[in-house]
Each structure stands twice: as structure tokens, then as C-alpha cells.
């Protein structure tokens, strides 16, 4: 510290003469090494809007879908085997076959929905008989075509579960009806409808189901804001959930 | 009603009062207003174990027309909100309510918007009961407070009157109508200790010391 108008306290060490870390100080924890992305940082601590409800917070990274290679395993193989021989136009209908913790995912493009369903409930090979549920999922954030609608099917001859998904943007969120290949979709569709703004087309009578038939807006949707009215104690008012914020 | 609430003040209208209220508070049939988890509850108070039957209130009418008393018992969902109204306007006078439970006192654990929150906002409520869900003996406990202010309540323009004069002239009972737990009220040496402790301003301590006293819950392996 030769420089004589500096002050030594205004060094950062505060004029300490600073070296390595003797060895041992750290211990090589996890702790010690930040996580490079916000999705492995957790809750502790302010991050950005310091909401402290978990609602508005968790950011997942959803990785982009890769197809799963070949063989898949399980009955995954007869299915597959089975819908390429009964749908000759697979190829430009499929988008991605995953396999993910023992459950079949077949991405299908959102024109061909309903012949690929119809070839499911029909050929002798297949016969998924029972659309078990039809729900909607909003991946804002992780997918340019946020909004996709995932059809479980279920084979009650060979007891076997596929799940059927199909992406659409918010911007043209339509969709072919499955209600002439599954009439049990119906009410599934409009709840589908009511709570993610998923509009099918050819369904007999699309209306909220839910909320009431006037409600303005998407519930389910991530950027639609939980509602709900600060919470009056003695002494103190708690907002709802997801204004909470931490100020430490 | 009729001309009884036209009577003039006096020892008459009291009389008819007192005999009026006596009647409604005795015999309320209760509209079933079950929306979700407090039903159950309420439904465990009609078994035997609980026995509403011992007020009479067993019968759950289905019909608005032919009931007294709605229990609000469960959360109330925005599409259902209209339906509870209709179900309210539908009931004859007199009629009174209980919100049963955290979600129709005051929207509970569901801050959101999809639940309405509290059934204040959409048809007046005579007694609040919390609890997720509450006991069916505190569900009775409600009721019971509920008579005895329906049985307090003064009768047409003049017993309204009559009560302002009652209470110009400080002549109201100490515990105020619906205010004593009915395990206190029922017992009269406990009812004076209430008493007592209500004029004291320590009603709380009161039932807190006697519980600790009492010890019924390190009972029967805390069956109580």
C-alpha cells in the first residue's frame, strides 16, 4: 500500500492485507457454489418481486422436447407398431413420441387430433376406448405455443394408458373437437375451454362450465392473478397469497 | 305477521312477544344449505350420536318455503352465489341465517376468485360459526345462540320500542342474548359464574380456567 492519499480503510479489505483463502475454508458444498440459473435457486431469500407464496414464483426451465429413441419399451412398442399400421399419415401428424417415467406421450398436431383418436377408439389393435380425461396445460415461459391440451386414453381390452397432446399459441388457441370420436370429452373440453381459453371447434355447445357465463378471462392460466381480499387481523392485514412479499 | 305486531306497548305486546318468540325459537326447521365439507358435519349433528332431534331441528327442509333457519355450511362458489340468494328470498319471514364454517363466514382457507368471500356479502347472517369444519357440537352451540337471540327479539314496531326503552332505562341483561355458551347457560351455578366474569370483563379467563380445572381432555386417552 504504497499509495499515500488513499486511506486505508477505504481499500475493501479495509486496509487488512488480503490473500488467498487458507486452505480448508471452504468445503466444497454445494451451498458455496450459486446456482447458475434462477431454477436452482429456491425460495430462500428476495429474488426479484420477493413473493413469498410459491404461486407467482416457481420457474421451472422446461427443457425442449427431444423424441424418444427407439425401442421404448413396455407396451409403448405394440402401441406405436399398431397406430403406424392403422394411420398411414402418422408421420406428418406425429410431432414428438416421448416416453418419460414409464408414460407414453405422443405430440400430435393439432389438425389430425381427431383422426388419430378415431384410429385409436376404432382399430382392433389399439382400442383405447375410454378418453379417461381431456385438461389443458400453460407452459408460458417454456413454449412459444403456450397453451396444449393433453387427452388421456385408456385401453380397457389390453389395459394400457397413452396420452394424446397437442400444442396451440394463445393467439389462435383452436382446436378440432373430439366429441364425435368421444362424447365423454364434452364437459372435459368445456372446462379445457373455461379455464385456458382453448376454443374447440365442432363441439356442440362450448361454454364456461365452471365459473359463471359472464366471467371475463382464463383462470388457469399463468398470468391470470389468484384473486382473493387482504385478510384483516388485529393489528396487522395480511394481503392474499400471491401479493405477499418478503422484506428481508 | 298479523296484528299481533301492531299491538300497542305494554303488558300485552310483552306477552305476546315473549309467547311469539317463544314459538319460533323453539320449533326452526332448517333449510339444507350443504355445499361442501361443513355438511358432513351438519349431518353428524341430525345422527343420534349428536341428536339435533332433541330441538326439534332433525327435519331439514328441502323446501325454502317451509324453513326457518338456513345453514350456510360449506364454501360458496361465485356461480352459486345467485342460487343461495334465491334460496334466501324464497324462505318466508321470519327467517335467519348461519354461516357454518370458515369458507361462508368469511371465504376460509380459499382467498381466491373463485370463492365468495363470506356469505355476508349476499344474504344477512344472524350467527357466525368458524371452524374448518366445526364440530357438530359447536354447530349446535350456534344453533342454541341463535335461539336464544331469536327468543330476545323484540316483536314489530313497538317491541322495538319497548326495547329502546329497556335499554334507555339500562334495564338489558348482562350477557347479551346469543353470548353464553349453551354448556354454560343450560348449568345455573356456571351461568352466575359467567355472569360474574362478564362484568368483570374476564369471560375468557373464565372458560379457560374452568376447561384447565375440569381436565376432560387429559381424560380417556384424550377422548373427551
Known amino acids: 500500500m504504497s499509495d499515500v492519499e488513499k486511506n486505508p480503510s477505504e481499500d475493501s479489505g479495509g ?19 450459486p446456482p447458475a440459473s434462477r431454477a436452482g435457486r429456491g425460495m430462500f431469500g428476495v429474488q426479484g418481486t420477493g413473493d413469498t407464496s410459491g404461486f407467482g414464483g416457481l420457474v421451472r426451465r422446461r427443457p425442449q422436447i427431444t423424441s424418444t429413441p427407439r425401442p421404448f419399451g413396455g407396451y409403448f412398442d405394440e402401441v406405436y407398431d399398431a397406430l403406424e399400421e392403422a394411420f398411414p399419415g402418422l408421420d406428418e401428424a406425429i410431432e414428438n413420441v ?34 379417461s380425461s381431456v385438461s389443458g396445460v400453460d407452459y408460458l415461459g ?21 396420452r394424446l397432446e397437442v400444442a396451440v399459441p394463445a393467439e389462435n388457441p383452436h382446436v378440432p373437437s373430439v366429441t364425435s370420436v368421444y362424447p365423454t370429452a364434452d ?62 | 305477521m298479523g296484528i299481533e305486531e301492531k299491538l300497542p306497548s305494554g303488558i300485552l305486546l310483552t306477552t305476546v312477544e315473549r309467547v311469539v318468540n317463544w314459538a319460533r325459537k323453539s320449533s326452526t326447521w332448517g333449510a339444507t344449505f350443504g355445499l361442501a365439507c361443513c355438511a358432513i358435519e351438519m349431518m353428524a349433528a341430525g345422527t343420534p350420536h349428536y341428536d339435533l332431534g332433541r330441538w326439534g331441528m332433525e327435519v331439514f327442509r328441502a323446501s325454502p318455503r317451509q324453513a326457518d333457519l338456513m345453514i350456510v355450511a360449506g364454501r360458496v362458489s361465485q356461480k352459486m352465489a345467485p342460487v343461495l340468494r334465491q334460496v334466501y328470498d324464497q324462505m318466508t319471514e321470519p327467517k335467519w341465517v348461519l354461516s357454518m364454517g370458515v369458507c361462508a363466514s368469511s371465504g376460509g382457507m380459499f382467498n381466491n376468485y373463485a370463492i365468495v368471500q363470506g356469505v ?34 323484540p316483536l314489530g314496531a313497538g317491541g322495538r320500542k319497548m326495547l329502546q326503552q329497556r335499554i334507555e332505562r339500562g334495564d338489558v341483561p348482562v350477557v347479551a342474548p346469543g353470548a353464553m355458551p349453551s354448556s354454560y347457560r343450560s348449568d345455573p351455578i356456571r351461568r352466575k359464574q359467567w355472569e360474574k366474569a362478564v362484568r368483570e370483563g374476564r369471560e375468557e379467563q373464565l372458560r379457560i380456567e374452568n376447561w384447565m380445572k375440569e381436565g376432560r381432555h387429559l381424560q380417556r386417552g384424550g377422548r373427551w
Open chain 1, 98 to 131: 416421448v416416453v418419460d417415467r414409464g408414460e407414453l406421450t405422443l405430440h400430435i398436431r393439432p389438425e389430425r387430433i381427431v383422426d388419430v383418436c378415431r384410429v385409436m377408439r376404432d382399430d382392433d389393435a389399439l382400442r383405447f376406448e375410454l378418453c
Open chain 2, 120 to 153: 355476508d356479502h349476499i344474504v344477512p347472517v344472524d350467527m357466525y360459526l368458524p371452524g374448518c369444519p366445526p364440530r357438530p357440537e359447536m354447530l349446535i352451540d350456534a344453533i342454541l345462540r341463535l335461539r336464544e337471540k331469536i327468543l330476545h327479539e
Open chain 1, 142 to 162: 417454456s413454449d412459444p405455443r403456450r397453451l396444449h391440451v393433453a387427452y388421456h386414453l385408456t385401453s380397457m381390452t389390453y389395459r394400457r394408458r397413452v
Open chain 1, 187 to 248: 364437459w372435459q373440453e368445456r372446462e379445457t375451454y373455461d379455464m385456458f381459453g382453448v376454443i374447440f371447434d365442432g363441439h356442440p355447445a362450448l361454454t364456461r362450465i365452471l365459473m359463471p357465463d359472464d366471467w371475463e378471462g382464463f383462470p388457469q392460466r399463468k398470468d391470470y392473478p389468484l384473486g382473493g381480499i387482504p385478510v384483516e387481523y388485529k393489528g396487522a392485514e395480511v394481503p392474499p397469497p400471491d401479493r405477499r412479499r418478503s422484506y428481508q
Open chain 1, 15 to 33: 486496509g487488512v492485507p488480503v490473500s488467498a483463502p487458507p486452505v480448508g475454508a471452504t468445503s466444497g458444498a454445494p451451498a458455496e457454489y
